[in-house]
């Protein structure tokens, strides 16, 4: 079947160090998967941070960077300098466009960014 | 305003209790979804709905209904709740005509069985 795993938290790191959380997929049913980055910050619902729909391109936001290598079937999330206020749990989720959107969750890794 | 909402936030029942969790969106999204979150696993479907009348079954459908009565309200049914229902559920919306394929989700309901 499908899935997502990604690094298993918690995840603790300096402010201005850089970060990277690995994901990699498997998308045995899905012909043309899409791929997503969502977070929850502490007292807030779950949020998309980003996403990427074709296979070679990258996705940024907040300094936030991933990009969909379907060689290598991985998702990674990177940032070059975290802050505080990236502390959250981040998910990376596999689409499946051809099935109504129906999103493959990971686990979930938990963020803590140290001041 | 929140688009996607969901109700009751927390709710304690009884084993062997009917539970109805609702949600209501006004994205005007066709698509809406329903998952569960278990710690040390990530959200998982239980049923999804692509239009008012439609329900289908997701990844982890057993124990559950849905019912979808208008394009803004998608509710999930526990007929017989059971201590492993004890859960965080979260409603979503989402739909391809905006091209994005990515879900909106609401603030999740605590649901503890006992």
């Known amino acids: 079947g499908d899935s997502v795993t990604q690094t298993e938290g918690p995840v603790t790191v300096s402010e201005s160090e850089s970060l990277i959380i690995n994901c990699t997929y498997s998308?045995?049913?899905?012909?043309?998967?899409?791929l997503f980055w969502y977070v929850r910050y502490p007292g807030e619902g779950l949020q998309l941070l980003l996403k990427?729909?074709?296979?070679?391109q990258k996705g940024s936001s907040r300094g936030f960077e991933a990009t969909y290598n379907k060689e290598t079937t991985s998702f990674h999330l990177q940032k070059a300098s975290v802050q505080e206020s990236d502390s959250a749990v981040y998910y990376c989720?596999?689409?499946?466009?051809?099935?109504?959107?129906?999103?493959?969750f990971g686990a979930g890794t938990r963020l803590a960014v140290c001041p | 305003e929140a688009a996607v909402t969901q109700s009751p936030r927390n709710k304690v029942a009884v084993t062997g209790g009917k539970v109805t969790l609702s949600c209501n969106q006004t994205?005007?999204?066709?698509?809406m979804y329903w998952y569960r979150q278990d710690t040390g696993h990530g959200l998982r479907l239980i049923h999804y709905?692509?239009?008012?009348?439609?329900?289908e079954k997701g990844d982890i459908p057993d124990g559950y209904k849905a019912s979808r009565p208008s394009q803004e309200n998608f509710s999930l049914i526990l007929e017989l709740a059971t201590p492993s229902q004890t859960s965080v559920y979260f409603c979503?919306?989402?739909?391809?005509?905006?091209?994005?394929?990515?879900?909106?989700f609401g603030p999740g309901t605590r649901l503890t069985v006992l």
């Open positions: 990427v729909i074709t296979a070679g």
């Open positions: 989720a596999l689409g499946d466009r051809g099935s109504f959107n129906k999103l493959t």
């Open positions: 998308a045995t049913s899905i012909a043309y998967p899409n």
């Open positions: 709905s692509y239009g008012a009348g439609s329900t």
């Open positions: 994205n005007n999204h066709n698509n």
């Open positions: 979503a919306s989402g739909d391809a005509g905006t091209g994005g394929y990515e879900q909106y």
